[in-house]
């Protein structure tokens, strides 16, 4: 009866040293196939991006327009370039017309005060009379070309329009930011909407404003650079008037 409980117990432990070999053969087939399918997941993506390689390489080839004209490209980054350069050119004007401040309120007081007292300064500064000509000439037209610089018709917003805009865009609805250009508010409603439909219409009005804007800026500042020049060099003709005049060589 012993020997027969000894062979039970024997046969028991090698029940268990099966079972246990079969689980780790199991476990270990297991863990074959998980690797199997996370190399097959991993061969799968990389076939995919390098199908989204090989289609953004056609589209490249085939789109005459470049990464800009692809359907798939929204263009964000020229379009917020647009916003902050439209924002850069307006912001140039309110600074134009500032500088041309300065002038408007300096010219003038500067000529009353040599016109008051022209009589004193003539009688009692070397070369007093002609130091007060050259100011007087200098700031007039430094006055005069600052007054010009701010003049709505000046900025030369239609001569631009005209001449550099209509003849290559025609259609009111490629010029639709200008609300002038319009005869009627339900006119320029129609076109907005076309805009808001089409992204070639937005940039296109964008990029056309922003040439305007850039245009009308750069006309002011020769308005504006003109008349600082003259400011300038009526004080230095000035100055150097009264030092020759001071050591009597004119």
């Known amino acids: 009866m012993f020997n027969s409980s000894k062979d039970e117990f024997s046969d028991g432990i090698e029940n268990v ?30 076939e995919l991006k390098l199908e989204q390689t090989r289609q953004k390489i056609q ?32 912001s140039a004007i309110a600074i134009l017309d500032r500088k041309a401040a300065i002038l408007i309120k300096t010219c003038p007081t500067i000529l009353s005060g040599l016109i008051v007292f022209h009589d004193y300064i003539a009688n009692n500064v070397a070369g007093g009379s002609i130091i007060t000509i050259i100011l007087l000439i200098g700031l007039l037209a430094s006055l005069i070309l600052s007054i010009a610089s701010i003049k709505p018709s000046n900025r030369g917003f239609d001569k631009i329009i005209k001449k550099q805009i209509k003849p290559f865009h025609p259609d009111k609805v490629e010029n639709s930011f200008y609300t002038w250009e319009f005869d009627s508010f339900t006119d320029y409603e129609a076109a907005m909407q076309q805009v808001v439909r089409s992204q070639d219409l937005q940039l296109g009005n964008q990029i056309r404003a922003s040439y305007i804007l850039g245009k009308s800026n750069g006309i002011i500042a020769k308005y504006l650079d003109y008349a600082y020049n003259s400011f300038l060099i009526s004080f230095l003709l000035a100055g150097l008037v009264f030092i020759l005049s001071m050591y009597s060589i004119i």
């Open 59 to 90: 589209e490249a080839q085939t789109n005459i327009d470049g990464k800009f004209g692809s359907i798939s490209e929204p263009r964000k980054s020229l379009s917020s370039y647009l916003r902050n350069q439209n924002k850069f050119e307006v």
């Open 17 to 46: 040293q099966k079972d246990g070999k079969h689980s780790k053969k199991k476990i270990k087939a297991e863990m074959q196939q998980a690797d199997l399918k996370i190399k097959n997941a991993k061969a799968q993506e990389a």
